[in-house]
């Protein structure tokens, strides 16, 4: 068998696409993603194994007379990409007590099939420039994030004796907070005499959720309160 110079550019291509979704994979790795380094790295070189493959067909059959049946679109196979990675995507994201988690990874392993199609197709330059961006969005635009002033929201269960006014004078602590009310609910429970309250509010930092926990706290007849 005799390895030809496009044998060997294949086989660089291949190895790029592993090294850039592998570097993309590291960093979710390192932040405890399920879908981390391995992940990212065969993401990115099946990618790239997929676009050489429908590479070397148009190279193979691609040249044939227009009068013929049999026609060769390499663009295809990266059509198909886009949406077959979209499952694995899917499969990142997690919804959790009215939370979403995941969709930066699920951004990543988008990028990273991205990255290994242009690894395949020959694009080295552009695929090293998107793996840079990739990285420093995901390292530097985090800090970014946290000094940021955004909305957060959270779901407050207040757990109290059934005293009267006592809803009122909740979400009277909670507007002194600066919490929007977004839902509101109430359980009684006539056996134990007893009031659960349930929030969900809209706050601009952390901090404000904090104290108003503390405040929370401190009004008579409050039993329990948990924030999540």
């Known amino acids: 068998m005799v390895i030809s110079a496009y044998d060997l550019e294949v086989v660089l291509r291949l190895l790029l696409a592993s090294l850039?979704?592998?570097?993309?994979?590291?960093?979710?790795?390192?932040?405890?993603?399920p879908a981390g380094f391995r992940t990212h790295l065969l993401v990115?070189?099946?990618?790239?194994?997929?676009?050489?493959?429908?590479?070397?067909?148009?190279?193979?059959?691609?040249?044939?007379?227009?009068?013929?049946?049999?026609r060769i679109d390499p663009g295809r196979v990266a059509a198909q990409i886009v949406v077959g990675i979209g499952f694995l995507g899917a499969g990142a994201i997690v919804?959790?007590?009215?939370?979403?988690?995941g969709l930066t990874t699920a951004a990543c392993l988008w990028v990273?099939?991205?990255?290994?199609?242009a690894c395949g197709a020959g694009m080295f330059m552009v695929a090293t420039v998107v793996t840079s961006?990739?990285?420093?969005?995901?390292?530097?635009?985090k800090k970014v994030e946290?000094?940021?002033?955004k909305d957060t929201y959270q779901h407050v269960l207040v757990q109290s004796a059934d005293v009267p006014g006592q809803l009122e004078?909740?979400?009277?602590?909670?507007?002194?907070?600066?919490?929007?009310?977004?839902?509101?609910?109430?359980?009684?429970?006539l056996d134990?005499?007893?009031?659960?309250?349930?929030?969900?509010?809209?706050?601009?930092?952390?901090?404000?959720?904090?104290?108003?926990?503390?405040?929370?706290?401190?009004?008579?007849?409050?039993?329990?309160?948990?924030?999540r």
């Open 95 to 101: 919804r959790e007590r009215g939370s979403v988690r």
């Open 44 to 70: 990115s070189l099946g990618a790239a194994l997929f676009m050489e493959v429908s590479l070397h067909f148009y190279q193979a059959y691609g040249e044939m007379s227009a009068n013929t049946a049999v």
């Open 20 to 33: 850039l979704g592998g570097l993309i994979g590291l960093e979710r790795e390192l932040h405890g993603r």
């Open 112 to 117: 990273a099939a991205a990255v290994g199609t």
């Open 192 to 227: 134990t005499a007893t009031t659960r309250f349930e929030f969900q509010l809209r706050v601009a930092t952390r901090s404000a959720s904090c104290h108003l926990v503390d405040l929370l706290s401190a009004v008579d007849g409050v039993q329990k309160i948990s924030l």
């Open 133 to 141: 961006i990739a990285l420093l969005s995901l390292l530097v635009l």
């Open 169 to 189: 004078r909740i979400e009277r602590i909670m507007q002194e907070c600066g919490a929007d009310l977004m839902e509101t609910a109430l359980e009684r429970n």
């Open 146 to 149: 946290g000094v940021i002033n």
